[in-house]
Every structure is written in structure tokens, then in C-alpha cells.
């Protein structure tokens, strides 16, 4: 019943910037802490950033820390990523993610999470 979908990933330069956008279904959307993973080609799936069901609570991994921005909008049952200063290292699959007891505020890992969306391709290149 769960469905989370990931859009807005593509071909940015080095430097540019992306907002990402994660439509949740199926949920109590409100309610839910929800965070943002990313995977590169032949590397472990990695933990991006958080937010609390309120909002008001963010978390971000150290490599995106001051670049990347999480935010919700409840009313919309969507979740975004606004990702600036973006760099060649950045390339990967993004996927957005919750489950039913993360909590805000800490780093997530991927392998307690319950719902993913099937991701979105974001590539950094000139």
C-alpha cells in the first residue's frame, strides 16, 4: 500500500543545482519522519539527510551538510531535496525512504528502512 516516488533527478554541471521530489501514498504521511539516501555505481547505499514528520527537525550526512537542504510539505504528501553547489562526486541514484519506527534528528541507516521509492538518477558532469 506504501508507495513512495522519486522525480526531478537528470544531467546538471558541477556547480548547478536540483530539487528533488518524493510523492508519498499510502501512509499517514504527516506522521512520518522521512529521509533521502543515495547510491553510487558499486558503492554501499548511503544515508543523505532527514526530516522530521514536523518539519522542524533536519539532519544531513557530512559530505552535504551546507549544500543540500531537506523539506516537506504535509498538505502535498511530499517530501523534497534541494541540492546546490553540486559536485561530480555527488552522481548517484536517490532514493527516498522512511519506516515505521526511524526517528528524527540521527543518521539513518539503509538497512532499517521499511519503504523506498524506486529512485532517481541524478548525474553531475560537464
Known amino acids: 500500500q506504501v508507495q513512495l516516488v522519486e522525480s526531478g533527478g537528470g544531467l546538471v554541471q558541477p556547480g548547478g543545482s536540483l530539487r528533488l521530489s518524493c510523492a508519498a501514498s499510502?501512509?499517514?504521511?504527516?506522521?512520518?519522519?522521512m529521509g533521502w539516501f543515495r547510491q553510487a555505481p558499486g558503492k554501499e547505499r548511503e544515508f543523505v539527510g532527514a526530516i522530521s514528520w514536523s518539519g522542524g527537525n533536519t539532519y544531513y550526512a557530512d559530505s552535504v551538510k551546507g549544500r543540500f537542504t531537506i523539506s516537506r510539505d504535509n498538505a502535498k504528501n511530499m517530501v523534497y531535496l534541494q541540492m546546490n553547489s553540486l559536485k561530480s562526486e555527488d552522481t548517484a541514484v536517490y532514493y527516498c525512504?522512511?519506516?515505521?519506527?526511524?526517528?528524527?534528528?540521527?543518521?539513518?541507516?539503509?538497512?532499517?528502512?521499511?519503504?523506498w521509492g524506486k529512485g532517481t538518477l541524478v548525474t553531475v558532469s560537464s
Open positions: 499510502g501512509l499517514t504521511f504527516r506522521t512520518y519522519n
Open positions: 525512504a522512511t519506516s515505521l519506527t526511524v526517528v528524527a534528528g540521527v543518521a539513518w541507516q539503509a538497512n532499517g528502512m521499511d519503504y
